[in-house]
């Protein structure tokens, strides 16, 4: 039973990362973890300066999901009701009545695009839909459908125009994904992909919206030894200055990871288990999936800021001493 769910897993996850791959090139390991981030059900900051091909990513995503599709672009004067809706004032039958507008946070696949260029009001109409996937309008509560995520993209802190994400909502984000340059050898084939018309691919649906749920509730079921859970608790209680026993992070980090940041390294690990031919989870998946769960949930001070310590190598540090 468990060879026939581990090969089901992974042949619907290799199909969906090769039809994404005929449109992002030179973006394996990005893919793999959107993908992971998705099937565990959380959502996913990209953070990379413009034209490296994050907003193209999401877009491809939705179409070979086939699930529903919105894009919110984040300016300084957006407002939140552009995000989750308003009530407008509707004349019926019976006189004038309120009816409530939905906003484009009600889809499957919300895109924030550059989202830390719009005010902290704004941001904050995101947290109640991130977190708890509803939205509260007045005294109306409504729920989002599953599955809900939101993939954020957004512009490094030093370009223009941007304001700094509030702690509360980048820990609702699951991953926190770097988008880098591509090699000389992909640019190559993004040319070709981009400027000649006759090399446009043709992108297939191959999953669905039961599909995806049917795949995250498999990859729930996925055992977790009592030595593993241990170890992805110590890293995670490592990020912690009173905690931890490292002097990097005694040193540098303001505020350490929270209990999500726990949540989110093992449910992307069992993801990972089965994407990778496995019915467990090994310290290995641990290990691969703490960087992109923690290094937005660590906050450093200003020393760590004047000495060029960032918080990708607090967490190879914790590595390697929980280790």
Request: hydrophobic share 40%; charged share 30%; glycine share 4%.
């Amino acid at each position: 039973m468990e060879e026939k769910i581990i090969k089901n897993f992974y042949d619907d996850f290799e199909e969906i990362v090769r039809e994404i791959k005929k449109q992002i090139v030179g973006q394996d390991e990005i893919i793999r973890k959107v993908l992971i981030g998705i099937i565990a059900g959380g959502n996913i900051l990209m953070e990379g300066t413009p034209g490296l091909g994050k907003t193209v990513l999401v877009k491809t995503f939705s179409k070979v999901l086939d699930l529903p599709f919105s894009r919110i672009q984040f300016t300084p004067d957006l407002m939140p009701a552009d995000i989750t809706g308003t009530e407008i004032i509707n004349k019926n039958a019976e006189g004038l009545a309120f009816q409530f507008e939905k906003g484009p946070i009600f889809s499957s696949v919300v895109l924030a695009d550059e989202i830390n260029r719009a005010t902290p009001k704004t941001q904050s109409a995101l947290l109640e839909a991130m977190q708890e996937k509803t939205v509260t309008i007045g005294k109306n509560t409504y729920k989002l459908e599953e599955p809900f995520f939101v993939l954020a993209t957004e512009n490094p802190l030093e370009m223009e125009g941007t304001y700094s994400l509030p702690e509360a909502q980048l820990d609702r984000f699951m991953f926190k994904l770097n988008i880098d340059l591509p090699e000389m050898e992909d640019l190559f084939k993004i040319i070709d992909l981009t400027v000649d018309q006759e090399n446009e691919p043709n992108i297939e649906k191959r999953a669905t919206k039961e599909k995806i749920l049917a795949l995250k509730k498999m990859a729930m079921k996925v055992p977790i030894a009592a030595n593993v859970k241990e170890k992805a608790i110590k890293i995670m209680l490592s990020t912690h200055p009173d905690r931890s026993e490292i002097q990097l992070v005694k040193d540098y980090v303001k505020c350490g990871a929270s209990p999500r940041g726990i949540q989110a390294i093992v449910a992307a690990a069992k993801v990972r288990a089965l994407s990778e031919g496995r019915f467990h989870v090994s310290l290995e998946d641990i290990y691969e999936m703490a960087i992109p769960c923690l290094r937005h949930r660590i906050f450093l001070n200003f020393k760590a800021m004047a000495d060029k310590v960032d918080t990708d190598r607090m967490i190879k540090e914790i590595l390697k001493k929980v280790k």
